[in-house]
């Protein structure tokens, strides 16, 4: 299974919603835990893409201030070459040294504009990246918080009524072995872990 964040997401709220009821109690569902998993596990593989389109960003950025830098020592450069030739020429002297001036002013300014747009550009398209992560995180944890309180539930009712857990008989003893579960992920302790 392959989408974007925002439709694994769908997906994922989609199959607790359409969820069977369980019986006497509209607010619990039963959902197949294996299709749930996966889909997390879809989502939680699409947000390091998330993060490599913000550093693209970040890239796109340093390179298009690069960019006009170099263009603004070109425009420098050419900007003294001209001077020294108009020095050159004694009669012309305060014109070159004016123009120098003045085509060395618009190359900052110029520069000055380039960097300013590229950084407004760049903030704006990392917060909008930071906003979608956040977001994306925040339907993570309900979606989990969801799936645990529906399995707290399928598994507390048996367990209330003093019934054996599911594959033992009433002595305790195992009949038949039972396939190997598979551990549940813990966002708080993946977040200590990369803290």
């Known amino acids: ?32 835990r ?13 947000i390091p893409v998330e993060v490599k389109r ?37 009669s012309i002297v305060k014109e ?13 300014d110029r520069s000055r504009m380039l960097k300013q747009a590229a950084g407004e550009y760049c903030e704006d398209a990392l917060r909008k990246a930071e906003e979608a992560v956040a977001g994306i995180y925040d339907e993570i944890k309900r979606a989990r918080a969801q799936f645990r309180s529906a399995i707290g539930s399928v598994s507390e009712p048996a367990q209330q009524q003093g019934q054996p857990p599911r594959g033992q008989n009433p002595r305790g003893q195992n009949p038949r072995p039972q396939p190997a ?11 200590g872990i990369r803290d």
């Open 54 to 90: 913000a550093q693209d960003l970040v890239a796109n950025r340093n390179d298009y201030i690069a960019s006009a830098k170099r263009e603004a020592d070109e425009i420098r450069d050419k900007a003294k070459d001209y001077a020294k030739e108009l020095l050159n020429k004694e």
């Open 96 to 108: 070159a040294e004016d123009r120098s001036s003045e085509i060395i002013a618009e190359a900052e």
């Open 1 to 32: 299974m392959a989408g974007s964040i925002e439709e694994l997401l769908e997906l994922l709220y989609t199959e607790i919603e359409e969820a069977k009821n369980m019986p006497l109690n509209a607010d619990k569902c039963v959902v197949d």
């Open 34 to 46: 294996d299709r749930v998993l996966d889909m997390i596990d879809d989502v939680k593989a699409e």
């Open 181 to 191: 579960r598979r551990p549940m992920y813990d966002a708080e302790a993946d977040e």
